[in-house]
């Protein structure tokens, strides 16, 4: 398999573009750089094709906006059909009251909606809209959020106005005395406890206990379900785990990858956002709100997210079963319309290694997969394309088995450059 388009394409975008890419996580270095394709000229169904000719079984899923698969023509459709009518006006398009009124229909705290384009955009309004209500400032926040200041002022590598860092404290997932601490430390200063849930599923009771613990102390809870959304249940985490959140954004699954975000919540709260500026030129671009319309139809009508689930688990299992199969310590973990994966028994440098080796041989048997996961599963993964992804991965297993922990590993990787974060050990 040949990269030689991709690998000039991306030369040259190394100098036009900081970073080379737009999305932290698609530069290549996150990949396999060199040895795995950058550039893609089409995406279809489940499979893109780069742009050097190689057609792959894609798991990575755009980073996890494609439920329904590339291309899908209902929503194609949808798209065509409302650019015969227009992209934006002045006025407003009848779509953006059906998408607000769909959601509605199928999110289990969504009274009232308002419409953004990318999710760190949705959860900056989300903290705005909560610290309007309550008249409070600090957020306690677990996960990723976004790239507005808002949220990385509590890691700040730098640009945040340093002002911002005491507005926000992080929690970790799953440990409800660490939160109970931090509403001790902070009495009547909290507006909102934010999480979303990706990596593990919250221990019985946790969720509601969250809930319970922000009420009792006069603040709001709200549930990023940028990735959950339309994924874990067409209503989201918050129908898949039955609790009902004050407010919740999305993105990812809303629009099948047309950019689209949402907040939505109770009236009560939403409200408020009639008189903060909270406030876009694009907000009712009705193409992505046209997608999104026949997206949610579509997730309803052939109830999607049970199918996610159903071929996630096919994938998991046969994944961990050719691991083991091949004495490889790894497993496939999470929940399966989203699932992880990891090495076990590896330091960071070993873990670096079987990851560019693991990308590598999967691309070069035709299936892209990223360093983790998430293994973004679409309705488009048809049994015999997750067949196609298990056979390659039992043969890279079995090939990985014999050099696994030998100094010959290293000899086998063909990476250009490695993961920023990771820098050290390329
Ligand atoms: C849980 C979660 N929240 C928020 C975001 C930010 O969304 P965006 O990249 O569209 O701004 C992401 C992005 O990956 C995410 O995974």
């Given at each position: 398999m040949e990269f030689s388009r991709s690998l000039e394409m991306f030369s040259q975008a190394r100098q036009l573009i900081p970073g080379g890419s737009q999305t932290n996580s698609k530069r290549p270095q996150n990949f396999a750089y060199g040895v795995y394709p950058i550039y893609i000229e089409r995406g279809l169904g489940c499979r893109v094709t780069d742009v050097d000719g190689n057609t792959f079984i894609d798991l990575v899923g755009a980073l996890g906006p494609i439920n329904l698969g590339y291309g899908y023509p209902r929503v194609n459709r949808a798209i065509e059909e409302q650019l015969g009518r227009g992209i934006v006006s002045g006025l407003l398009f009848p779509a953006e009251l059906e998408a607000a009124r769909l959601i509605t229909e199928v999110v289990p705290c969504a009274e009232m909606v308002r419409f953004f384009k990318g999710g760190g955009e949705a959860t900056a309004a989300a903290a705005r809209i909560a610290r309007k209500y309550t008249g409070r400032e600090l957020i306690l926040n677990c996960g990723y959020r976004g790239w507005p200041d808002v949220w990385t002022a509590a890691r700040n590598d730098g640009g945040v106005p340093t002002a911002l860092e005491s507005s926000i404290r992080t929690f970790p997932f799953n440990d409800i005395e660490a939160l109970e601490r931090l509403f001790a430390e902070h009495k009547d200063q909290v507006a909102a406890v934010f999480l979303d849930i990706l990596h593990i599923e919250p221990k019985p009771g946790y969720l509601e206990a969250v809930i319970d613990l922000a009420h009792a102390?006069?603040?709001?809870?709200?549930?990023?379900?940028?990735?959950?959304?339309?994924?874990?249940?067409?209503?989201?985490?918050?129908?898949?785990?039955?609790?009902?959140?004050?407010?919740?954004?999305?993105?990812?699954?809303?629009?099948?990858?047309?950019?689209?975000?949402?907040?939505?919540?109770?009236?009560?709260?939403?409200?408020?956002?009639?008189?903060l500026l909270i406030s876009i030129t694009y907000g009712g671009e009705a193409l992505s709100l046209a997608a999104a319309i026949a997206t949610m139809s579509e997730l309803r009508e052939k109830k999607v997210t049970d199918y996610l689930w159903e071929i996630g688990r096919t994938l998991m299992n046969g994944l961990d079963n050719a691991a083991k199969k091949h004495g490889v310590p790894f497993e496939c973990y999470g929940l399966p319309p989203m699932s992880l994966m990891r090495f076990r028994d590896v330091d960071a440098q070993g873990n670096q290694l079987v990851w560019g080796y693991f990308l590598q041989e999967m691309a070069a048997r035709g299936v892209l997969m990223r360093r983790g996961g998430v293994n973004f599963v679409s309705y488009s993964h048809r049994p015999q394309d997750i067949a196609e992804v298990i056979a390659a991965a039992d043969e890279v297993f079995a090939n990985l088995a014999p050099l696994w922990g030998t100094p010959q590993l290293a000899e086998h990787v063909h990476i250009l450059e490695f993961q920023t974060s990771f820098r050290s050990f390329a």
């Open positions: 102390n006069g603040a709001l809870f709200v549930m990023d379900e940028i990735v959950s959304g339309f994924r874990l249940a067409t209503g989201g985490a918050q129908e898949y785990f039955g609790v009902v959140p004050d407010m919740a954004c999305f993105a990812k699954g809303i629009a099948n990858g047309m950019p689209l975000s949402a907040v939505v919540g109770k009236a009560e709260v939403m409200r408020e956002a009639e008189n």
